[in-house]
């Protein structure tokens, strides 16, 4: 029997689901990279129009924050899992370092990150409040892990949200490196210096 044509993308009579269209974009990025990212390309993974996906998202630069959004929501769920477990607080703060970090360069999640962040000087103010909103979500976990930490004399002493804010941008920072390969910052590397860091400005007696 001689076989059929190969079928091509599959045709839709209605729209997928929206996860269903930011799960594609976020494995396109892991596959290809930014650059493979088009709206053209992601249409024919899900089988609707450029034009379709236009009206769901607007811009290019609609779909990258949501798609943002979507994986920032996957991570919350798995650092709140994380944070949760009845463990001493320095462990649960090395599991939120460990999540945080980029597992390498072209990490997609981080990939997505500093486009977005680049994007973000042309953004409207609800794109940048969005973006916040993402950002604030790390730092209240933080601030609140911090917080027990210290009242359960794991830590030292110091303000949460000021040391926060400072571990955040020393994170942000090894992460920027790692995701765009820079030589001398892998990720094992960067978590050297981060638990070096910790341990030197926040448990007791070192």
Do not use: C
């Amino acid at each position: 029997m001689t076989p059929g044509p190969t079928p091509g993308p599959r045709r839709r009579n209605h729209a997928p689901p929206r996860e269903e269209l930011l799960a594609a974009a976020m494995a396109t990025i892991a596959e290809r990279g930014l650059e493979g990212l088009t709206m053209a390309g992601l249409g024919r993974e899900v089988g609707m129009s450029s034009g379709h996906l236009l009206y769901y998202f607007r811009t290019k630069d609609e779909l990258l924050l949501q798609t943002l959004e979507w994986s920032e929501g996957r991570l919350g769920h798995e650092r709140s899992a994380l944070l949760s477990k009845p463990l001493p607080a320095r462990e649960r703060l090395a599991a939120y370092v460990d999540l945080y970090v980029p597992d390498g360069p072209r990490d997609p999640h981080w990939t997505l990150w500093l486009e977005v962040w680049n994007r973000s000087q042309n953004a409207d103010d609800d794109a940048r409040a969005r973006q916040a909103a993402i950002e604030g979500a790390w730092h209240r976990d933080l601030v609140a892990l911090l917080a027990e930490g210290i009242s359960r004399g794991e830590f030292r002493t110091v303000d949460p949200d000021r040391y926060a804010a400072r571990l955040r941008a020393l994170l942000d920072g090894f992460s920027v490196h790692v995701a765009v390969g820079i030589p001398g910052t892998s990720r094992e590397q960067v978590l050297v210096h981060v638990r070096e860091f910790i341990e030197a400005t926040l448990f007791p007696g070192t």
